[in-house]
């Protein structure tokens, strides 16, 4: 019951991390207005936010690794709450700026950690879900928080946003080192650690493919409110209510995906959800300006959101347990890496195809690895011997001689000409080829059978 409540907690400490990030997203033109900055200057909160936290995610997780999970994680809240509250005592861009680096730098720790103590607290069987269930906090971030930071933005002013948060993430610091046990260590990270990571080709994929899905979706969402009112006219309510919609279907996509998971597995489960969102930017795209068409189009999109991230942290964990804490921080890195990106570098369209690259790399990562197998026969010992009883006499018979009569054999089993044996994997052919004393002669069938020379 226990662990039952602390998956809870952990997910609302991830809603409090998401309005952290993206809370300014959702209050872009009070902001603006507030602090007497551009719109575009304002976005950058977002941006430069993002790249402490991309810098900061592996980083903070190598420095951490030694510390109580417990500790951690409550340490990483507060640090959180302490910077929303002094954000709300001042009015200068530039101070809110340096707050704003100085809290992300730590708040990088507690989405990749808190993925990887979950996975600590359930049995192996469990962790896909368990991930999924944590990354709700993100739909839930975007679902209820964006339009109840709209909202209170509008009303209450933008340093009423920043009081709330701050009280919000107190509050979830409190009940998470509460419910949260007391001991839990990952496993150690070394700077060898991100060496080995660097040299496995199957997580380099996958955060692949965190890198590009993320780019594609982030230079369109941060400036989501502003897009509405430029290509439709849409004031602050029908902003409010698109970031709502998205939430609640990116919520639905994140809960579906950890109740089927299980039967279908993280690949295929991964695949249907990055459909969903091509789908929907290329909705979205296509259909710029029409509300009804961008509207399809979130619900698209935002169905596969949230699911396409827990199903990403699911599969590095299941590739590399160990290094589950290095692994996760990462994608959390690079996921921040696309939501730095500059949203004048692509137009919409190039957004699609950013999906169908990373649709195409998870294509080629689901493909089980060839295995070195031979095409005929099998390349174990040609031999297998025999022993006459009285007289001692070694009777030798190739094992696959029966097979192997043909142009490529003399009568008696000798080889001539090219080997008769192809295999399909070069490290097969070469142990095939070499003797065991390391002389890279060819094997031969033994000396003698029943005294007939067969070398």
Known sequence: MRNYFSRIVLMLGNVVTGLSILGPAGMLADLARGLHVGIHDTGLLVTYGAIVLCIGSPVMAWLTTRVDRRVLLVATLAILAAGQAASALTSNYYVILLLRIGMLAIGAIYTPQAAATVALIVHDRERPSAIAFVFLGWSIAIAGGLPLVTLIAT?????????????????????????????????????????????SNRILLILLVTLLQTSGQFTVFIYLAPLLHALTGAGPAVAGGFFAFYGVVGL????????????????????????????????????????????????????????????????????????????????????????????????????TNIFILSVMSARRLSRSPARCSPRRGRPPSVVKRKTCGQSGTSLAKPATLGKMHGPGLKQGGRPHGPHPLRFRCAEARRRIARHPDGQGHRRRAPSHVGGADLG
């Open 252 to 351: 639905v996509g994140n809960v579906v995906a950890s109740g089927i998971v299980t039967k279908f597995g993280t690949q295929k489960t991964l695949a249907l959800f990055m459909a969903s969102t091509l789908l929907g930017m290329t909705l979205w795209s296509i259909g710029a300006g029409w509300l009804v068409a961008m509207g399809a189009g979130i619900f698209f999109w935002a169905f596969g959101f949230a699911a396409i991230n827990s199903m990403q942290q699911a599969r590095l964990v299941a590739a590399a347990p160990d290094l589950a804490s290095a692994s996760v921080a990462l994608n959390t890195s690079v996921l921040y890496v696309g939501q730095a990106s500059d949203p004048g570098s692509a137009d919409c369209f190039s957004r």
């Open 155 to 199: 009303h209450f002013g933008w340093q009423a946003v920043y009081g709330t948060l701050a009280a919000i993430a107190a509050i979830v610091a409190a009940l998470l080192f509460v419910v949260l046990p007391q001991g839990l260590q990952g496993h150690p990270l070394s700077p060898q650690s991100f060496v080995t990571i660097a040299h």
